[in-house]
């Protein structure tokens, strides 16, 4: 028997409701991985600048958001929802709240005691499906119970944080910032940073370092995805349909091979921790999980709670996949003098250094591990555990899945925002985007209405009274009226529809936009969205994508026609493309910011040609070996600038290719800049700006394939 129906076999009375239906979460008989799953739950109620809110490539001046405070845990904690409190409501009862799936066996519906109806017109957020009834018990349950614990602890660190700000000072402001951050992670879900490298294996049998958010952002891209809502945080998981595998450790510390099986990614915001250690460092979330080593067994503890006593494990030993499968020692840790404790491959060390630090992405992101559950930083190799489940998580094991439960926290979600949109445009607010939590509002048509971001713009345009679509106070009012709404409708009044304001917001698509705030007389731009991400790229081309949309906006500061106006910005941003990129001069634009990051490892761990020839990647290895002047005996990161010559030693070099390694010289070995190749600068930073924005007519030089890879 497996190991997941035993421990249901245990539950007893405690058995999950949804095992009388187990046909209702898997469909045994789909022969497409897609149709596994046999419902549909809905996930956050948007309306895309693209489509519905038809507001792209439009510059939205003065822009007030509208954005619900960690929505799904307050109607978690609002709705006492969870896997004990919530169940259907019987055909003779009357419902205390309806749920929507989109998707759910007929055979249920017909044969079960179960109050259901179809969708009507008063259901505005639903387009297909069926609504069922839920009964949702009076006394507080298990997750409400912890959830509360939580966000009163939340409240009353914020509380704290405002009067330490009061007071000035810096010591005890630092203390409740990282406390404020730890307890808002333990009320999400626990993931990890963008660039924190993994030990994969591919299909081929062969180890891959790579970027945990560039494998989940392929792995979604490639296979698609679905939504849970977990403790009130959506993920996107895509099921990984390939033979990818990870090196994993077993509770008595052994070094194992394990498949993954899921590929997560949610959005996140906050602050994420930073542990170092002598090996290296992670970047996770506060409530995500490392290990540490207690009663010689590897225990799960939170990144939050780690002090500098705190022994965490690291992997010693890696699997030799080659012919043997025995294990080698990586002396990550091996040399450490101080403080440790050794479990099977496994060493345990104390941090180094625990901090705070900004996101790399949007994102954070997980992946799900067969057995284990858990998988190897690369960056340092300690151990993370892949926190993925709970309540809308048919795929893992967990006594407080609860399907219905979890559908009564995304209906209420979509059935809140699509009230809040009706309420605003009948109040002839125009809504130019809607995603899960947060609803922009655009206010003018004009920067003039602006004074301080018109001054940082060097603008000499004056107030107009016609050119506001929205007066501030009247759209901000509406807010505090819809706030008021759902803390009465929900009985709680910690709900919070706070308005948060920007000078101006130009949206490309779902997800990708860019925001713009004077500061001190100066333009600040946040880019949002895997379009703009551009983690591969070169500063240059970030900082080139500023000057062009600050030129965008002088250009268009005001307009009267939504469709001419967004005309006008397309056409502006591929002409200033053009026009700056053609002047870039090289000279004065400082070397760091050229540089492109990219690790090298010795050529004979690269994949060979299908003819057994040596690789790119590999003869790019030993040219840079003979260049340096000494071996590359593991993996290391270089800075490097692209030249207009070869490598000493490539014979063939060719622009052609994933990538240009073969222009790639170490940044310290470049005597001057006229090395550099500046038009291939220029190429980069054209495919960056139309990739982002989506235009073709932009180049001003013949396209190569140097740079396809950008």
Known sequence: MSKDFVRVIKYGHEMPKWMEDPYVIYNENATDPDERINYHMPGGMTIKPDKEAFSHFIPWWYVVVADVGAMYPTILKAMNIGADTVRLAHKTEIPDDWIWLKKIPNRFLRKRDVHWREITKEDTFADEGFMLGIKIDDKPGV??????????????????????????????????????????????????????????????????????????????????????????????????????????????????????????????????????????????????????????????????????????????????????????????????????????????????????????????????????????????????????????????????????GATTITTKGQFIMSDTLDYLKNKGIRVIYLDTDGAYLGCSRSVGNIPNLSKALKLDVSNDENTWITKPDKAIKAIEECNNKWQKELNYPDFELEPEIHDNMIFVKHKNYLIFDSKDDKIEMITKGNNFKGSDKADIARKTLKKIMIEVLKENPTWEDEEEARQSVKNSIMNKTKEIVSKLDLTKVDLDDLTLVQSVQPAKRYKLNQDGSISVFGKRSQALEKFIGQPIKSRIKLKFVVTKRPLPGITKPSKSGVKPIDYMYPVDFVKSKGEIDLDWYKKMIENYIQGAFGLSDIAITEQTGLDAWM
């Not at 780690?306 to 010693?316: F, P, Q, R, S």
């Not at 043997?324 to 040399?335: D, G, I, P, Q």
């Open 143 to 404: 997750v409400n119970c912890a959830m509360t614990g939580i966000m009163n602890m939340i409240a009353k660190t914020k509380d704290e944080l405002k009067e330490a700000k009061k007071r000035n000072n810096e010591e005890e402001l630092q203390h409740l910032k990282m406390m404020y951050q730890s307890v808002k992670g333990a009320r999400n879900a626990g993931s990890v940073d963008y660039s924190q490298r993994v030990i994969f294996i591919n299909s081929e049998g062969e180890y891959e370092n790579i970027k945990i958010g560039e494998f989940v952002d392929k792995a979604i891209d490639k296979f698609g995805y679905f939504t849970e809502k977990i403790n009130g945080t959506e993920f996107e998981i895509a099921e990984i349909k390939v033979n990818w595998r990870v090196v994993s450790v077993n509770k008595n510390g052994k070094i194992e091979v394990k498949r993954v099986k899921q590929a997560v990614r949610h959005k996140w915001k906050e602050k994420l921790v930073k542990i170092s250690t002598k090996s290296g460092f992670t970047v996770v979330t506060p409530n995500h999980s490392v290990f540490t080593i207690k009663d010689k067994t590897i225990k799960e503890i939170s990144a939050g709670e780690i002090n500098e006593d705190t022994l965490l494990v690291h992997a010693n030993k890696i699997i030799n996949i080659g012919k043997s499968e025995k294990t080698f020692n990586t002396r990550m840790v091996n040399f450490y003098k101080g403080k440790k404790e050794k479990l099977g491959d496994c060493y345990a060390i104390p941090p180094k250094k625990i901090e705070y630090i900004d996101p790399s992405s949007d994102y954070v992101y997980d992946i799900s591990v067969e057995d284990n559950e858990n998988f190897i930083d690369m960056n340092g190799g300690l151990v993370l555990h892949n926190t993925h489940g709970i309540l809308a998580a048919p795929s893992v094991s967990g006594r407080q899945f609860n399907l219905w």
